[in-house]
């Protein structure tokens, strides 16, 4: 993997943790209530899962594709 797409998916990663930490937070703070989403902590369960989600291919990436990885293998 080149280094240009690595970048671009650990970007799009981290852009993936921080939209769900911000909507938990919105939740947590102004405690919103939207009508179609009544179940506040489904809905914090699902953001939580997005970020574990996006952390974990952000670590898988870096086990099989990270920079040390192709000095290791030579």
């Known amino acids: 993997m080149n ?8 970007k799009r990663y981290e852009a993936e943790i ?3 930490k911000y909507k938990i937070e919105c ?5 919103l ?3 179609d989403h009544s179940d506040i902590t489904g809905e914090i369960d699902k953001l939580l ?3 574990g989600l996006a952390e974990e291919k952000m670590a898988v990436m870096e086990l099989y594709y ?4 192709a ?4």
């Open 3 to 10: 280094e240009k797409l690595r970048m671009v998916l650990k």
């Open 18 to 20: 921080e939209d769900a």
């Open 27 to 31: 939740y947590s703070q102004q405690e």
């Open 33 to 35: 209530l939207i009508p």
């Open 49 to 51: 899962h997005q970020i």
């Open 66 to 69: 990270g920079k040390n990885v």
């Open 71 to 74: 000095k290791e293998i030579l």
